[in-house]
């Protein structure tokens, strides 16, 4: 027992350490470096305090999709205005509204935290109870899909309405076009080849991660980030183009997942309530709304690290 | 066994501690980088010794994804390094 608090100790203080280096540093390079450690720390706190599922989104957002989403805004204020993309001009007011805006959010949050009673079973008792109706063996997919269904319906349109919003800064004249800067890498090189070998392992991981969601850790988001990660590679590799943002079929990708969940939920309202899945073909339902929620989810964050269409096509 | 692999863990975290001294010091961006990578791959054997120590057989996947998933941020850290940000520094080698 000794040893895990020591261990407890150590991974604390490490994450408190990089928190404070990544917010503090003056080079913006080494506050992104830090950042990418603090998400792999972040995730081994979740697994001590037991949350394997957020740790497997944790794990997937913060090693696969943050770094490259980050890097790339890094490589863009870089190129715009130089200097290793630090910006010394930046005014005093808008950095005090930024940290005022985060010390009031993490102060709302600490006082959320310290209201919860304290050694109370919360809702656990309530959702083992009913596990068993909800025709899943993961207790965190049975609250996801089944219990608190509306909230990951409302999650996967706010989802959608950020990909609106980062769309909305598209100038006019490039309306339509292909997302981001065009990739291009040397075809027998070692990202060329890279970008080949790890995406078929990260489908089987993805699809694995799906399917096992329903009896353990996993689920839509967490697999839905490895397939974007996984694109956004291949990508990157130079071996496929993002699709123009007119495609209809990607309009289509876009909102599958949710369309998919609320068709479910009106279902289940005509038989009585809205989201209310029949225990009978929970299971199913549960599974053909995840599938097409993490194909939505994959092809929306892909899209959302893409950013706006490039110049000149 | 279970504190064994708790000092196990804990030594990587050591190891974690001084890859983030690197990263402070640097002082090029590729040794940054480099640094995070190898916290990735500490990150993944820590993950399995938790597992291990907590008997956790789900807590491999978290390991897993990790292990597919942390080499991305050096792709992208790699195409920012190429003259247009798109690049690949191998094309230049021909």
Not at chain 1, 133 to 160: K, Q
Not at chain 1, 193 to 204: A, K
Not at chain 2, 2 to 18: K, P, R
Request: proline content about 5%; some cysteine; hydrophobic content about 60%.
């Amino acid at each position: 027992m000794t040893a895990a608090f020591v261990f407890d100790a150590m991974l604390c203080l490490l994450l408190v350490g990089t928190a404070v280096s990544a917010v503090a540093g003056r080079d913006l390079f080494a506050s992104i470096a830090f950042f990418v450690t603090y998400g792999i720390l972040i995730g081994l706190a979740w697994l001590r305090l037991g949350a394997v599922d957020v740790a497997l989104a944790e794990a997937a957002i913060g090693a696969g999709l943050t770094g490259v989403l980050l890097i790339g805004a890094w490589s863009m204020l870089q190129r715009r205005c130089g200097d290793g993309g630090n910006d010394p001009a930046m005014p005093v007011l808008p950095k005090l509204a930024a940290a005022a805006v985060s010390v009031t959010v993490t102060g709302m949050l600490a006082l959320a935290v310290l209201a919860l009673p304290v050694g109370a079973p919360g809702l656990v008792p309530l959702v083992t109870e009913n596990l068993s109706e909800s025709g899943v063996g993961n207790p965190v997919t049975a609250v996801l899909l089944n219990f608190r269904a509306y909230d990951t319906l409302m999650e996967s349109i706010v989802l959608l309405i950020a990909l609106v919003a980062v769309w909305a800064l598209t100038p006019k004249e490039l309306w339509g076009g292909v997302p981001g800067l065009r990739q291009h890498a040397r075809p027998d090189g070692v990202l060329a080849t890279f970008g080949r070998l790890l995406p078929p392992l990260g489908l089987v991981v993805a699809v694995y991660v799906v399917w096992a969601g329903s009896e353990m850790p996993g689920g839509a988001f967490q697999a839905g980030t490895i397939l974007a990660a996984v694109w956004l590679l291949v990508v990157m590799a130079g071996i496929a183009e993002e699709p123009r943002m007119s495609s209809r079929l990607l309009r289509l990708a876009l909102v599958v997942g949710p369309a998919v969940f609320l068709g479910v939920g009106l279902v289940g309202a005509a038989f009585g309530s809205f989201l209310g899945l029949p225990v009978d073909f929970a299971k199913a339902l549960i599974l053909a709304i995840e599938f097409a929620l993490t194909f939505s989810i994959a092809v929306t964050l892909a899209l959302l690290v893409a950013g706006t269409p490039r110049e000149g096509t | 066994m279970t504190s064994f692999l708790y000092l196990a863990g804990l030594i990587l975290l050591l190891t974690v501690a001084a890859s983030l001294i690197r990263i402070h010091i640097g002082p090029t961006r590729a040794e940054r980088m480099m640094s995070a990578q190898l916290i990735g791959t500490s990150g993944v054997g820590t993950v399995l010794l938790l597992a291990g120590a907590e008997g956790n057989g789900a807590m491999i996947d978290v390991a897993l994804v990790l292990a597919l998933l942390a080499a991305f941020a050096a792709v992208a850290f790699v195409k920012a390094s190429s003259p247009d940000g798109a690049g690949d520094p191998e094309e230049d080698d021909r």
